[in-house]
């Protein structure tokens, strides 16, 4: 398993996250087994969030249920939740009370004295970041919360949030897989007679923001499109040709190409898997220590529709 930087924590981990979103209807032994598989290919990095459930906080209580993670096993993985959806709503909620209750709630229950990482989940139009700091700032003098970050957020949305929080923003968690990718392609259209303009205002140069910051880009929904998974999708002919083709060359599956694409990109980015099957953690990890070629690159670029000037 390649391993990256997470610079603005000074933290070494996995480029591969295991996302639990899909556990609650799980058995223990299913769960142990996932976590199991993802600990032997190299995973030290698990994605949570309050949220994730028919109730809130279910998967975090389902995983430390499951996994009953020894002292020793909490020491050796980085876990880090998210808050900030009301899904009773919906609205957001980036205030104090909100995010200090929530955390408190996901440390019960994930059975674990602090979190590694906190992202603030979706973008609080309501925010107020004197708001967000004062929490933030308890939870780490606390020690319940060692490193915070946010999640679909725009460089203007960031901006404000560092207006008041002192602590680093380490990661910041943007939908992106090979056919939904405008936070790469959108710059690649600058300048350029008769294209659209930009489908996610303020977000085209995301990706450079966070580079020169520092953030780490965390990819979820990695396989996704606007029919499901693209993966063997007879939506996507010409992109699975190319897959199979370039699986077969590098010896790995097309989901390991597909990854492979993602790790490619010198932003040094995680990869949040949201599958409970051990087997495509391993086909992931495989394809993670693949380094497609930069032709190869914007052949699957090209293969999976977009448009290059």
């Known amino acids: 398993m390649r391993r990256i930087e997470l610079p603005a924590a000074g933290l070494s981990a996995s480029q591969l996250v295991l996302g ?8 223990d032994q299913q769960i142990r087994e996932l976590y199991d598989l993802a600990r032997a290919a190299g995973v030290d990095f698990l994605d949570h969030a309050d949220i994730y459930g028919a109730t809130p906080h279910q998967c975090e209580r389902r995983f430390a249920e499951a996994v009953k993670l020894s002292s ?3 020491e050796g993985v980085l876990i880090q939740s998210k808050v900030g959806i009301v899904t009773d709503g919906p609205f957001y909620d980036f205030s104090y009370e909100h995010i200090i209750t929530e955390v408190e709630e996901s440390l ?5 004295d602090y979190l590694d990482l906190l992202l603030l989940h979706r973008p609080d139009p309501l925010v107020e970041p004197a708001e967000v700091a004062w929490a933030f700032d308890e939870l780490q003098a606390a020690g319940k919360v060692r490193h915070f970050g946010v999640s679909n957020h725009t460089v203007g949305q960031i901006e404000l949030l560092r207006t008041a929080v002192t602590q680093p923003l380490v990661v910041n968690q943007m939908q992106l897989s090979l056919v939904h ?3 790469l392609t959108e710059g690649a259209q600058a300048n350029t007679l008769g294209q659209a303009g930009p489908v996610t205002p303020g977000g085209g140069d995301i990706v450079e923001y966070c580079r020169r910051h520092g953030i780490t880009l965390q990819a979820w929904s990695p396989y996704q499109s606007p029919t499901g998974v693209f993966l063997d999708n007879p939506d996507y002919p010409e992109l699975n040709t190319v897959l199979t083709r370039l699986a077969r ?6 989901v390991g190409i597909a990854t492979a694409w993602l790790t490619r990109h010198p932003a040094e980015l995680q990869v949040v898997l949201g599958t409970t099957q051990g087997s495509r953690v391993e ?4 394809g993670s220590q693949v380094r497609l070629s930069r032709r190869e690159w914007y052949e699957l670029l090209r293969a999976a529709g977009h448009r290059l000037p």
Do not use: N
């Open 20 to 27: 639990m979103m899909r556990i609650k209807d799980k058995t």
């Open 72 to 74: 020793t096993e909490r």
């Open 108 to 112: 019960r229950s994930l059975q674990t």
């Open 181 to 183: 990718a405008p936070i």
């Open 249 to 254: 060359e590098h010896e790995v599956t097309p």
């Open 283 to 286: 086909e992931a990890a495989a």
